[in-house]
């Protein structure tokens, strides 16, 4: 049976639960809606689920770290579960991308992000896909730190469920049939 991780980045604790940075977790908790599980357990700093799609086993994590730190949960759940990096995907919100754009990836580096950052110098590689959730760049003059950290408003929430909805649809092409079919449906032109 093969297993894949899908890690979502974000930061634990309500104050953070809508903010930009927490696309991954939202589009974790999404695949988790949709797979009919919960996050349920603390394991290796990450809340953890897993769940059975087809002939493969899925686990999720949300890292519990802070961002900067999230190599801390994913390089021992990679080894504890025996997951290649290759049927590892990571998604995290993406400020070089605009609102709602989505983007997969086979592998490549950080871009700048603490998160991913902190994922590959633990895992000593970069050679694992990864889905990106634009957010967009701060308006005017605004710190990129503080921009992250906002709330989305509604109608920004309501882009970002529509880039979540298509990130988690290449998540499950992914699984049904290969990445680069994944990739083809995610990263396709917009309609419209």
Known sequence: MRTYLIVGLGNPGREYAQTRHNAGFLLAD?????????????????LTT????????????????????????????????????????????????????????????HGGH?????????????EFPRLRLGI?????????????????SPAEKDLMSLAIARGVEGIFRWWEEDLSAAMNLVNAPEEG
Do not use: H, W
């Not at 999404?30 to 990450?46: C, D, E, P």
């Not at 603490?114 to 970069?126: A, C, D, F, H, P």
């Not at 967009?136 to 989305?152: E, K, N, S």
């Open 136 to 152: 967009g760049r701060p308006p005017g003059r605004m710190d990129a730190a503080a921009y992250v950290l906002q709330p989305f």
């Open 30 to 46: 999404a695949l988790a809606a949709r797979l009919g599980v919960r996050f349920r357990r603390l394991q290796f700093k990450a």
């Open 50 to 109: 897993d769940a059975r799609y087809g002939e493969a086993k899925i686990i999720l994590a949300k890292p519990q770290t802070y961002m900067n730190l999230s190599g801390q949960a994913v390089a021992p759940l990679l080894r504890f579960y025996k997951i290649p990096p290759e049927r590892l995907l990571v998604a995290y919100d993406d400020l070089d991308l605009p609102l709602g754009t989505v983007r997969l990836r086979p592998k490549g580096g």
């Open 114 to 126: 603490k998160g991913m950052r902190s994922i590959i110098e633990r895992l000593g590689t970069q």
